[in-house]
């Protein structure tokens, strides 16, 4: 069974920093990863997302903030997050796309950035 496990998260002021990290049990077929949020009341959104060929993406809230990468020897993708503002308040999850068996999602790390 693959597991997808957030560390990371926690409480910091406006202007600080995080970093994020998801081990993956196996890489093994993985197609795409990256990472959502959702705050409280709102849909989950994408955050960044990384090909296996490092390709990324960024939400335009973020850009220029995040960084979004992958250690392909630990099988551990990161965001590091920079400049967080209150409204990147929210549960952050990790994804991953596997070419067998589909879509996963890890448990989740709460990231609260206080004004």
């Known amino acids: 069974q693959v597991q997808l496990v957030e560390s990371g998260g926690g409480l910091v002021q406006a202007g600080g920093s995080l970093r994020l990290s998801c081990v993956f049990s196996t890489t093994f077929g993985i197609k795409a990863m990256g990472w959502y949020r959702q705050a409280p009341g709102k849909q989950r959104e994408l955050v960044a997302t990384i090909t296996t060929g490092s390709t990324t993406n960024y939400a335009d809230s973020v850009k220029g903030r995040f960084t979004i990468s992958r250690d392909n020897a630990k099988n551990t993708m990161y965001l590091q997050m920079n400049s967080l503002k209150p409204e990147d308040t929210a549960v952050y999850y990790c994804?991953?796309?596997?070419?067998?068996?589909?879509?996963?999602w890890g448990q989740g790390t709460q990231v609260t950035v206080s004004s």
């Open positions: 994804n991953a796309v596997f070419i067998a068996l589909g879509e996963r």
